[in-house]
């Protein structure tokens, strides 16, 4: 997402021609503006050749291109409810931020000034979730005045959140915990998402420096190029990681949430798996391909027999057995 004309479909676009078949991923509802792209692996492509399987099915990431959003697009300009509506249905935000000085592209507020674009943006972000927060806590009046616990729990987290929005800042300058989180994590507020800033800059052009001290605004995390390096953030920003599975068939990357133990892993293949797991094979997969196969890893003791309790770690080969 981003302010109009900073280049958010040419890069969605530059991004979808690397996707993959749509047929593979049947639980994704794809429409012209969304895209499922591979992550880069090449420990998946390793792996797959030495296993001479017949196929390989890389872990994905689903970007959406949403149409720009404009100052006001909390009051409804330029359609703008429509959009905010959008952007709360992902899990994170790229925000494409125009860098480049070229006459020849129209710039929406007649200047290219990347620090005030993401102002701009933020403000309508932080507004949007002023709104929804203050309908919330109107909601729960009626609760909290006959001393329902929860309400007036979620009351203090609302207004905990509500403050540093007033403040012009986002929520996840709350600093709420997990708990607190989930406790409000139906209203999908947009500026509690984790965001990546994209800078688009021109290697023929001159190119602003937003990075000099002094700045109003925290631009973390930071990415500035390469699609390859662009989809492997949004993959860490998530949260996710992956583990593999590798044989004849098919060698293919699961996507999992960092911290997730063996059972909760298994459910990536089948939802039957956490409740009828009962011991998980594993080896890392460097190991593996330093051992050459599979067999020749069980042979030297490099396959480890983990438990329930294991916590699944990023680059992990396993065998699940139920």
Not at 71 to 97: C, P, Y
Not at 125 to 139: P, V, Y
Not at 280 to 290: G, H, N, Q, S, T
Request: net charge negative; aromatic share 6%; with cysteine.
């Amino acid at each position: 997402m981003g302010l109009p004309n900073v280049g958010k479909s040419t890069l969605f676009n530059a991004l979808t021609k690397k996707s993959v078949p749509a047929e593979n991923y049947p639980f994704c509802t794809i429409d012209p503006s969304v895209g499922i792209v591979p992550v880069p692996d090449d420990r998946l492509l390793k792996l797959s050749e030495i296993s001479k399987s017949k196929k390989t099915i890389p872990a994905v990431v689903e970007f959406v291109d949403i149409a720009g959003l404009v100052a006001g697009a909390s009051k409804g300009e330029g359609l703008g409810n429509k959009f905010l509506t959008n952007i709360r249905e992902v899990d994170a935000i790229a925000h494409i931020v125009r860098v480049f000085k070229d006459d020849s592209v129209i710039h929406v507020a007649n200047k290219v000034d990347p620090i005030g674009d993401i102002e701009i943006i933020n403000l309508e972000l932080i507004l949007a979730d002023l709104e929804t927060i203050t309908k919330r806590i109107e909601n729960l009046t009626k609760d909290v005045k006959r001393q329902d616990k929860n309400a007036i729990l979620e009351e203090s987290i609302l207004k905990k959140v509500e403050k540093v929005l007033t403040e012009s800042k986002t929520a996840t300058e709350a600093n709420l915990n997990e708990e607190e989180k989930f406790k409000i994590k139906s209203l999908n507020l947009l500026t509690l998402k984790p965001m990546l800033y994209v800078l688009n800059i021109s290697e023929a052009t001159e190119n602003i420096d937003i990075k000099s001290p002094g700045l109003s605004v925290k631009v973390d995390p930071l990415f500035e190029r390469g699609f390859d390096e662009l989809i492997k953030k949004s993959y860490e920003l998530l949260g996710l990681e992956t583990f593999f599975t590798t044989g004849e068939d098919e060698t293919r990357a699961w996507t999992i949430k960092i911290g997730s133990t063996a059972p909760v892993a298994g459910m990536a293949i089948h939802t039957d798996f956490k409740d009828k797991f009962i011991r998980a094979e594993v080896i890392f997969w460097d190991k593996l391909l330093e051992a050459g196969s599979y067999a020749k890893a069980k042979e030297r003791g490099w396959v480890r027999t983990e438990g329930r309790d294991y916590i699944v770690l990023d680059g992990d080969v396993i065998e699940f057995r139920i």
